[in-house]
């Protein structure tokens, strides 16, 4: 089993312990509890670009696995720039 299987298996099993455990209702999702729910999945993202950066540098040299990291917050961030006057 490759580790990406396996994370995604852990990480779909941590979330129906936590739907089993917690059982969310209709409102559960407003107020603090939404900005909780939110600051979660960005964190589980981050946790899931973590995982792939280390997939990569396992698999390519470790400046080509960086550069290819780097290009996703240039590529947001280039457009936004201010332009020279």
Avoid: K, Q, Y
Avoid at 6 to 13: D, H, M, T, Y
Avoid at 53 to 64: D, N, S, V
């Amino acid at each position: 089993m490759s580790p990406a299987v396996a994370a995604v298996l852990r990480l779909s099993g941590a979330v129906l312990v936590l739907l089993a455990w917690r059982r969310p209702g209709c409102d559960g999702w407003c107020g603090p509890r939404f900005a909780r729910t939110a600051a979660l999945g960005l964190a589980t993202a981050a946790a899931l670009m973590n995982l792939a950066f280390h997939a990569a540098i396992a698999r390519l040299p470790l400046g080509t696995a960086v550069a290819v990291e780097l290009c996703e917050p240039i590529a947001v961030t280039a457009p936004a720039a201010r332009r020279p006057p």
